[in-house]
């Protein structure tokens, strides 16, 4: 039986547990990525562990995400990451190089090679041939300390692309088509791997985007085949040494298939306020917009500008709406530079913003109150831009720029035939943002520069014979770490600082919920289906803990947020019955006795509803490796007592 291309790649770098579907499996990491949103707390959790220098083959530290300085709290940050960097091992790529997983494709990925990232959106690698994971800070700092990273082996779902994109339909809009056929949920447990001879007619960057916005799916991961588009890609990027050919053997076995035939595909967007809420430009109708953004991690790339440009050109912003951009790297940037597509963009009136995520994270350009927005960025959680009340669709960068000049929702279509914008032979290549770290013998001189913002990470003991406590919050299906760890200018210079971000955990949804728990000193929180989808974030489980939430009890979990509370020490649980959900009221009084053993031994967790006197029967979401875990309190005190021993 032959292998799929991730079964090829996972095979190369198997450390523990056998290649089959459900297994608990370890893999050697060859690469690392942080942005500075999760990496001051990866790089405090990489420091704990002890570890003098990274065990990688590259490590590397991106300032992306916090680059709205509004107080000393994020240059702090930066520095506290640049001194970390150059003391252990890390390559650091300044504020301004651009968004770490546009500049990662260009200038370090490598096909064939493993990379785990804190950032649910690493499967970006995946448009190389990279096997490429959002994990939690915690897990990347194992694998810079040369730990294994450990998934549960996924299952196999094939994609196969016949046919090519009719002019104005992108990239964009095939991701689109996948959401809209599998839905938020419909990845998890799941590599998608693209096949069929659609994919020679997508340039690298298109085949980013597609694997980028994989992350909506809930999938482990997306990935393309490596081949001679990649080859030029990587020549173009004086890469051509990096690059292998990697293909599914022919009798490959897939558990799933899918079809997608590029030429009938027309443009489309996710309306609000999910990513798999799509619609097609047409049904949506001439609705007047009020903003577009044109940027983020997944539309960024020197293609997707230099097509917005062309559509600019000569023209002007419509009066009623606001038009942003923000290139995905400095390579890019500069190349707009120097061959005057941003010329055309600052005189069609776009507002130039710096190559970062900026407005994706909600670090400024908030909407107006009700106002809707279009935007080529990923994500449309409710309140995700920094306007409550905000409607954001998801679109291609070729819908966005005319809807930016007609300011209604515009079919690209309309402008008749396409452009045409080859892929360079050669980018500009100019690596003067990337910092190398000291060389090992004057690694012990570099000294930490450590911020008044940053605070202990909380820690948790190990697991109680039985818990007693409360259900303090009950939410709905899709449940995204958006919701209960907000981002946002206002609240994301305080990554590292836990205890103030407690202030707003859940604030979307029950705004009393952080005050309840501080009352009632600990507690429970019951889910709906695919809880914690998302952010790789692991705030969204350390908020928690240090707010005392001891477990988690769900109808699903998505794949890094669950992996990201066993870390913390919390147990994930889900309903051995889904009905049981209903029995549940928020405030009701709950109890797991003899949990500890019931971990320890595998055996049946049960949990009582003192308030209604019920009982009902849980399952633990947790592997072997991670009943280890949760009984010494996490993965850092698990590590602790294993380098003990
Ligand atoms: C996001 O897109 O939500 C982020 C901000 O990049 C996050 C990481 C974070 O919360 O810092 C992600 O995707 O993992
Ligand atoms: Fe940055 Fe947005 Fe990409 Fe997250 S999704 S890495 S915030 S650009």
């Excluded at 909506?216 to 004086?238: N, R, W, Y």
């Excluded at 005392?548 to 699903?556: E, F, L, P, Q, Y």
Aim: negative net charge; aromatic residues 6%.
């Amino acid at each position: 039986m032959g292998y799929t291309i991730a079964q090829k790649i996972i095979r190369e770098h198997l450390l523990s547990g056998e290649m089959e579907v459900g297994n608990d499996i370890g893999l050697r990491i060859d690469q690392t990525l942080t942005q500075d949103a999760t990496g001051t707390m990866a790089y405090l959790e990489f420091e704990a562990m002890g570890v003098p220098r990274v065990k990688t083959e590259r490590s590397v530290a991106y300032i992306d995400h916090n680059t709205l300085q509004t107080g000393f709290e994020n240059a702090d940050d930066h520095r506290f990451i640049q001194s970390v960097a150059k003391k252990h091992g890390i390559y650091f790529s300044r504020p301004g190089n651009g968004i770490c997983h546009q500049v990662h494709l260009e200038r370090f990925g490598i096909p064939g090679k493993t990379l785990i990232g804190s950032d649910s959106h690493t499967p970006t690698g995946g448009g190389i041939g990279m096997l490429a994971m959002g994990a939690g800070g915690l897990d990347v700092a194992v694998a810079m300390g040369g730990g294994p990273y450990y998934i549960t082996m996924p299952k196999m779902v094939r994609i196969n692309l016949t046919g090519k994109l009719s002019d104005w339909v992108s990239a964009k809009d095939v991701i689109l088509e996948v959401l809209r056929r599998m839905t938020v949920k419909g990845g998890v447990g799941k590599i998608i791997e693209y096949g069929g001879e659609g994919v020679a007619t997508l340039t690298v960057p298109e085949r980013a985007t597609i694997t980028n916005m994989g992350a909506e799916l809930g999938a482990t991961t997306s990935i393309f085949p490596s081949d001679d588009v990649t080859k030029a890609f990587l020549k173009a990027q004086c890469r051509e040494q990096d690059w292998v050919e990697l293909k599914a053997d022919p009798d490959a076995v897939y558990d799933e298939v899918l079809e997608i035939d590029l030429s009938k595909l027309t443009p489309m967007a996710a309306c609000p306020h999910m990513p798999d809420n799509i619609k097609t430009i047409d049904e949506i109708g001439k609705k007047k917009i009020d903003q577009v953004l044109i940027g983020s991690c997944t539309n960024s790339s020197y293609l997707d500008l230099m097509r917005v440009a062309a559509i600019l050109k000569g023209k002007t912003v419509h009066p009623d709406v606001s038009l942003g951009i923000a290139p995905g790297s400095k390579q890019v940037y500069n190349m707009l530079a120097e061959n005057g597509a941003l010329a055309d963009l600052i005189a069609a009136g776009a507002r130039i913003l710096e190559s970062a995520c900026g407005p994706c994270i909600g670090m400024g350009q908030s909407p107006n109150s009700n106002g809707i927005s279009l935007r080529t960025f990923n994500r449309n959680f409710e309140g995700r831009s920094g306007t409550a009340n905000g409607q954001v669709y998801l679109v291609s960068p070729e819908t966005a720029a005319v809807s930016a000049l007609t300011g209604v929702f515009t079919n690209p279509q309309e402008l008749g035939s396409g452009i045409e914008i080859p892929m360079p032979e050669q980018f500009l290549i100019n690596d003067n943002m990337v910092i190398a770290p000291a060389p090992v013998e004057e690694m012990d001189s570099v000294e930490i520069l450590r911020g008044p913002n940053i605070k202990e990470f909380p820690a948790s003991g190990p697991l109680e014979e039985q818990i007693t406590a409360k259900a303090l919050l009950k939410v709905g299906d899709n449940i995204t770490t958006d919701h209960i760890m907000p981002a946002g200018a206002k609240i994301l210079p305080y990554r590292s600082n836990i205890p103030y971000l407690s202030n707003f955990c859940f604030a979307v949804c029950d705004e009393a919920f952080p005050q309840r728990c501080r009352d009632e000193g600990k507690g429970m929180v019951i889910g709906g289906a695919n809880y914690g989808q998302g952010s790789s974030r692991e705030h969204a489980a350390l908020v928690p803990l240090y707010l005392g939430i001891k477990a988690v009890i769900a109808k699903s979990f998505a794949r890094i947020h669950c992996a990201n509370l066993a870390n913390a020490g919390i147990l994930p649980f889900t309903f051995q019955n889904e009905a049981d959900y209903d029995t549940i009221d928020q405030m009701d009084e709950l109890q797991l006795p003899d949990i500890r053993t019931a971990i320890q031994n595998g055996s049946k967790v049960v949990l009582r509803n003192l308030t209604k006197g019920t009982e009902i029967e849980l399952e633990p979401v947790l592997t072997d490796r991670q009943r280890e875990l949760v009984l010494a309190g996490g993965l850092l005190n698990y590590t602790r007592e294993q380098s003990e021993k």
